[in-house]
């Protein structure tokens, strides 16, 4: 099932920016271990939401070292449960959770320090706090990222990108209207100033005739 387009608006901007930072971070250097995942993801009841969650580190991956888990709060002060975790010989593994079954999946890539999920068939009692731990040695630091989900029931009104059109065809329109009649008007002056040019040529030659016409009558004896 593929996701809706909610959940692609909510958490584009947040996993941009966190994208971004690690790409920056990649260029400058590295320093410590950081998580990056979005702050919030609103999921549409029904659908697949996937929940991201990438970090940096000084080091690569060692399997024999390498920690992370995925647990689950329904408010940030209740007892967390953990529903996946690292198997060095299995890699991501799903644990048996009453809340979730079988719709978790791993849906990330431990080369390039991915460690994404996807929640499939969502469900109102998905609502909550997810939590993102990494501790990769011989980083110090263990990384942790939280992130809130909401689930809904229904796609909100397209309002915002509607009301956008609405304004962008009307100042589009008003400018083509503006720019129209500025061609107009410098048209209409071009032409009137043509007619102005042709009068004054006309009467500039009537005069030459007619003082000419006058110099041959006082020639006649």
């Given amino acids: 099932m593929s996701s809706s387009p909610l959940q692609e608006r909510s958490g584009g901007v947040q996993l941009g920016s966190a994208l971004l930072l690690l790409l920056l971070l990649s260029l400058s250097g590295c320093a410590s271990m950081d998580v990056l995942v ?4 609103n999921a549409l009841n029904g659908t697949t939401v996937k929940i991201p969650c990438t970090f940096t580190s000084c080091y690569k991956i060692d399997e024999f070292n ?20 690292y198997n060095r010989k299995k ?8 809340r979730f079954g079988e719709r978790v999946m791993f849906a990330g890539n431990l080369v390039k320090n991915d460690l994404s999920i996807t929640l499939s068939d969502v469900q109102l009692e998905d609502e909550g706090v997810y939590n993102c731990y990494v501790k990769n040695p011989p980083d110090r630091i ?14 909100p009104p ?51 005739d007619t003082e000419g016409v006058a110099e041959e009558g006082t020639k006649q004896p």
């Fill in 38 to 41: 979005p702050s919030y993801i």
């Fill in 66 to 85: 390498f920690a992370m888990n995925w647990t689950y709060q329904e408010t940030l002060n209740d007892t967390e449960e953990m529903f996946m975790t």
């Fill in 91 to 98: 890699g991501m593994v799903p644990l048996r959770s009453e």
């Fill in 142 to 155: 263990q990384g942790h990222g939280i992130i809130q989900l909401n689930v809904v029931t229904e796609l």
């Fill in 158 to 208: 397209p309002r915002d990108s509607t009301i956008a059109v609405a304004i962008g065809a009307s100042v589009g329109g008003a400018l083509a209207l503006l720019i129209l009649s500025m061609v107009v008007v410098k048209c209409l002056r071009r032409h009137r100033k043509q007619e102005l040019i042709s009068e004054e040529k006309m009467e500039e030659e009537g005069k030459l």
